[in-house]
């Protein structure tokens, strides 16, 4: 099945700076990524998502970007505020399986004000 | 309100005795999926279903199962639970399956096993 590589972490920002996550997948076939956020005690919430016919997607502070050959995607968030404090999840699916979501091991992000 | 529900939200148990977390959504979703939760490892996939009476292994379904009678409901049984079950659980639904939409969790229920 479908591996979902996620770095680091644990990432720290002063607040303002920007925060950088990381993610790989091994199924070259896979063709949905989507982030979730998950704050301290709560579900995980859907931030953003791309599909595998687009290189870039923004929202407002928050962007991802994928590289298909390179089979890696990933999580950009400008000017960090303290309530972007959280754990972010990538995942992965649509690939040989199909029908299965494969979760990264989550990043722990703090901002630091 | 469009939800996912899960019930109970806490559940203390001990060894080898029967327990069912139920999760019911009010979306009309087709997909639904349950999650466990473990630090250190993310959200594994422990069954999904693509519509009623279609259910699916994930990568842990070992001591699980589950049923799809109804398309709203996606009960998780434990028929004899481990301590190495021990877990956050997360149930999940999507408007459809292929993973090709985003899913929506509920709120998680705390298991723990003694």
């Known amino acids: 099945g479908e591996n979902v590589e996620q770095h680091p972490s644990t990432l720290s920002v002063q607040e303002g700076d920007s925060a950088v996550i990381k993610c790989t997948y091994s199924?070259?076939?896979?063709?949905?990524f989507p982030w979730y956020k998950q704050e301290l005690g709560k579900r995980p919430q859907l931030i953003i998502d791309?599909?595998?016919?687009?290189g870039e997607k923004k929202d407002q502070r928050i962007a991802v970007t994928l590289n298909k050959t390179a089979k890696h995607f990933s999580l950009h968030i400008t000017e960090t505020q303290p309530e972007d404090s959280a754990v972010y999840f990538c995942?992965?699916?649509?690939?040989?399986?199909?029908?299965?979501?494969?979760f990264g091991t989550g990043t722990s992000l703090t901002v630091i004000p | 309100e469009a939800q996912v529900t899960q019930n109970p939200r806490y559940l203390i148990t001990v060894t080898g005795k029967k327990l069912t977390v139920t999760c019911s959504q009010n979306?009309?979703?087709?997909?639904m999926s349950w999650y466990r939760q473990d630090p250190g490892l993310g959200l594994r996939q422990i069954y999904y279903?693509?519509?009623?009476?279609?259910?699916d292994k994930g990568d842990v379904p070992e001591g699980y199962k589950v049923s799809r009678k109804e398309k709203r409901n996606f009960p998780l049984i434990l028929e004899s639970p481990s301590p190495n079950q021990t877990s956050l659980y997360f149930c999940?639904?999507?408007?459809?399956?292929?993973?090709?939409?985003?899913?929506?969790f509920g709120n998680g229920t705390r298991l723990t096993v003694t």
């Open positions: 995942a992965a699916s649509g690939g040989v399986t199909g029908n299965q979501f494969y």
């Open positions: 199924d070259s076939a896979s063709n949905y």
């Open positions: 791309i599909r595998s016919n687009v």
């Open positions: 979306m009309n979703h087709e997909y």
């Open positions: 279903s693509m519509n009623v009476e279609v259910t």
């Open positions: 999940a639904s999507a408007p459809r399956g292929g993973g090709r939409s985003p899913l929506h």
